[in-house]
């Protein structure tokens, strides 16, 4: 009994040495990979303090000179060549008329999201609990969306929202509701599904309407999937360029996207030092954003693909 006892605590050991040097692996394996996908966002950060002769001659250094060959002083005074300071980011401020194009940018997310996390949530409750042919159709209908490709619709979208006037900060919101329902959906109703019914029963028994058991029960439990699909869409609808361009007036209202093309000069010329310093401005918030809510992603996606 002990020898076994013994063997059993070796093979402990032993299996526990190969987890952490696998474990050890993975982690540089992965620290490699994230220094991949941050090495673009260094580079563009970079090149938005830069002139923008240096852009094109020496887009990934920070110096006209070499350090290990001028010395010290040289390598100085090539950096001092290289950077502008914030004259870019002052530029791009004024010519993209980037305070009023983040303030609508802010607007149509903030309110988008707000939106399709109501009404989906509240479809995707309505699916799972009332079982029929129309939700059943609805369920497909919300998955055959996320199918089609959006060039298929892209011109009968803009010529309807032109005959509904849709063309502002506040109509686009029902666009994005459509063109975003569909993850939310599927999403919300995998969630929905692992949710017991007992819970919603207890809440009716003890006097809560249909609406008050969703607000007060449902939808406080849906946390991990909410916080998914509110990062999922933010991301989406901040950085997304194709539909404001196709519905809104862009004569009145610019987004940042949109706003970024007016840097375009005459002749297909134009400054890309500003254009660098307005995309890190147009970074920075969704970046602060994700990395305050990113807990929740894995969260999220387990609870609504998995559980259901």
């Known amino acids: 009994m002990a020898k076994a006892k013994k ?14 040097r696998h474990g050890g692996l993975l982690t540089v394996i992965f620290t490699i990979i994230s220094l991949i996908w941050i090495y673009p ?3 563009v950060t970079l090149n938005s303090f830069k002139k923008k002769a240096f852009i094109f001659k ?11 060959s001028d010395g010290a002083e040289k390598w100085e005074k090539g950096i001092k060549q290289v950077f502008f300071g914030m004259r870019n980011y002052v530029n791009a401020w004024n010519k993209t008329g980037f305070p009023r194009a983040f303030v609508f940018s802010l607007f149509i997310t903030v309110f988008s999201v707000i939106v399709i996390i109501l009404c989906t949530s509240m479809a995707a409750w309505y699916i799972v609990r009332v079982k029929s042919k129309f939700t059943s159709l609805f369920y497909i209908l919300c998955l055959f969306s996320m199918i089609v490709p959006f060039q298929m619709v ?3 979208l803009s010529k309807f929202a032109n005959i509904l006037h849709l063309g502002n900060p506040v109509g686009i919101i029902v666009v994005y509701l459509g063109f975003g329902a569909g993850l939310a959906v599927f999403m ?8 017991s019914l007992e ?13 008050q058991t969703f607000f007060k029960v449902v939808l406080p439990i849906m946390k991990p999937t909410v916080m ?11 950085n997304d360029y194709l539909l404001p361009a196709l519905v809104l007036n862009i004569n ?12 375009k000069q005459s002749h297909g010329n134009i400054d890309w030092g500003a254009m660098m310093a307005v995309l890190v401005m147009a970074i920075i918030p969704i970046v602060i954003f994700y990395a305050f809510a990113q807990k929740y992603i894995i969260e999220g996606v387990l609870a609504g693909a998995v559980k259901g």
């Not at 887009?59 to 070499?66: A, L, V």
């Not at 919300?188 to 949710?195: D, E, L």
């Open 41 to 43: 966002l260094v580079v």
């Open 188 to 195: 919300f109703t995998g969630f929905v599904k692992s949710i």
């Open 228 to 238: 998914t699909v509110t990062i999922l869409e933010s991301m989406w609808i901040w």
């Open 154 to 156: 892209m011109f009968t």
């Open 58 to 68: 020496n887009p990934f250094g920070i110096s006209r000179y070499s350090l290990f």
């Open 199 to 211: 819970i919603e029963e207890a809440a009716m028994i003890d006097g809560c309407s249909p609406v």
């Open 252 to 263: 009145k209202y610019k987004t940042i996207p949109i706003a970024v093309q007016y840097l």
């Open 7 to 20: 063997l059993n605590k070796a093979a402990q050991e032993v299996s526990t040495v190969r987890r952490a």
